[in-house]
T-cell receptor, first 113, second 113 residues
């Protein structure tokens, strides 16, 4: 089955710790994206990558970092510099070409205690 | 970052009623997408629209790409309890050969059995 997986589904961390969220896709998509969603809110773009070894900041990149060493994987690290990290994090992928649809993973809910 | 104006923000309807929601933007888009998000899950793509004026159906769902390319609407006919969720529109603009997607703020739909 082709799709996007995110793990874990729920994640708890102490304040001040870095945490890495996993995102893997087997759709052979070139582009991958990370979004943050707060309760009752829409999606805000954190980082995106159109090709391996290249990525760009989105609208709210501060306090986050990413890597794109493989086409299938786009992990997101929430650093201790992120002031309000508790949120629902969504990963998406697309072919990356103009007009193509984004497909989403099931999300990871991060709670920082 | 820019977000699309989506309305209504929320709605309660009786099972069996028809539903209509829309998205407007000050910018034009090449593609309009409509997603549904269940609680605690990632958004699922419902309908993709590629041409101004295009009208597309997917079962009880019908969506249209506005002639001006600045708006889109989604209709759900004969609503059922499983239609409950948050519906997001998204506009996709081809920028420099890559896509830039902007999401709406969401319409929360609740269906009363």
């Amino acid at each position: 089955d082709g799709g996007i997986t995110q793990s874990p589904k729920y994640l708890f961390r102490k304040e001040g710790q870095n945490v890495t969220l996993s995102c893997e896709q087997n759709l052979n998509h070139d582009a991958m994206y990370w979004y943050r969603q707060d309760p009752g809110q829409g999606l805000r773009l954190i980082y995106y990558s159109h090709i391996v070894n290249d990525f760009q900041k989105g609208d709210i990149a501060e306090g986050y970092s990413v890597s794109r060493e493989k086409k299938e994987s786009f992990p997101l690290t929430v650093t201790s510099a992120q002031k309000n990290p508790t949120a629902f994090y969504l990963c998406a992928s697309s072919t990356g070409q103009g007009g193509s649809e984004q497909f989403f993973g099931p999300g990871t809910r991060l709670t920082v205690l | 970052g820019q977000q699309l104006n989506q309305s209504p923000q929320s709605m309660f309807i009786q099972e069996g009623e028809d539903v209509s929601m829309n998205c407007t933007s000050s910018s034009i888009f090449n593609t309009w997408l409509w997603y549904k998000q269940d609680p605690g899950e990632g958004p699922v793509l419902l309908i993709a629209l590629y041409k101004a004026g295009e009208l597309t159906s997917n079962g009880r769902l019908t969506a249209q790409f506005g002639i001006t390319r600045k708006d889109s609407f989604l209709n759900i006919s004969a609503s059922i309890p499983s239609d409950v969720g948050i519906y997001f529109c998204a506009g996709n603009l081809n920028s420099g050969g890559y896509q830039k997607v902007t999401f709406g703020t969401g319409t929360k739909l609740q269906v009363i059995p």
